[in-house]
T-cell receptor, first 115, second 111 residues
Framework: SAVISQKPSRDICQRGTSLTIQCQVDSQVTMMFWYRQQPGQSLTLIATANQGSEATYESGFVIDKFPISRPNLTFSTLTVSNMSPEDSSIYLC????????????FGQGTRLTVV | GQNIDQPTEMTATEGAIVQINCTYQTSGFNGLFWYQQHAGEAPTFLSYNVLDGLEEKGRFSSFLSRSKGYSYLLLKELQMKDSASYLCAVRDRGGYNKLIFGAGTRLAVHP
């Protein structure tokens, strides 16, 4: 199984500012994803982080609001830009090694509160 | 597109058996997953079905019928620690192997 380190684990931010969340995995994985989980809700996929190219965003999510980087196979960042209270949520990094056709593993999540 | 349905909440008694159902519609099915999520924690993998039939893993079993777009998670000998949310997720063949999650079922186990 993959071990995922996600930082920060939680943060309280002022509206209008931006926060960058980091996801580091201990092995080279083929797929990395970013999810959002709003209070009491299930997981909503934000985007697929592609190595060396622009991320693939799901409907309702745009690059200007959620820029994503993936410079190599083990690291990705998600930035939540120009935050508002509606962005208060848990953000989760997920990885899959499609060479092994394994399940998705999740980081511990970043609990973001925007005030 | 995809549509995944599962009950919002269920309750059960310690020691009993509970079945959580999941129905799905997808354009390119490539597997169905069940995850457990305790409050404040990340989801953890429970089971994976890609072919029809039953997969058993200890107290947990999962069943899949691709023709019916239906799966269930069966939990036996329920324990208090099984109180959690159970998430059904479908992997889309055409979408970078991304997982799309249902809304989740909150299970409360009581004595």
């Amino acid at each position: 199984s993959a071990v995922i380190s996600q930082k920060p684990s939680r943060d309280i931010c002022q509206r209008g500012t931006s926060l960058t969340i980091q996801c580091q995995v201990d092995s080279q994985v083929t797929m990395m994803f970013w999810y959002r989980q709003q209070p009491g809700q299930s997981l909503t996929l934000i985007a697929t982080a592609n190595q060396g190219s622009e991320a693939t965003y799901e409907s309702g999510f745009v690059i200007d609001k959620f820029p994503i980087s993936r410079p190599n196979l083990t690291f990705s960042t998600l930035t939540v830009s120009n935050m508002s209270p509606e962005d208060s949520s848990i953000y989760l990094c997920s990885v899959v090694d499609t060479r092994l056709n394994t399940e998705a593993f999740f980081g511990q999540g970043t609990r973001l509160t925007v005030v | 597109g995809q549509n995944i349905d599962q009950p919002t909440e269920m309750t059960a008694t310690e020691g009993a058996i509970v079945q959580i159902n999941c129905t799905y519609q997808t354009s390119g099915f490539n597997g169905l997953f069940w995850y457990q999520q305790h409050a404040g924690e990340a989801p953890t993998f429970l089971s994976y079905n890609v072919l029809d039939g039953l997969e058993e893993k200890g107290r947990f079993s999962s069943f899949l019928s691709r023709s019916k777009g239906y799966s269930y998670l069966l939990l036996k000998e329920l324990q208090m620690k099984d109180s959690a949310s159970y998430l059904c997720a479908v992997r889309d063949r055409g979408g970078y192997n991304k997982l799309i999650f249902g809304a989740g079922t909150r299970l409360a186990v009581h004595p």
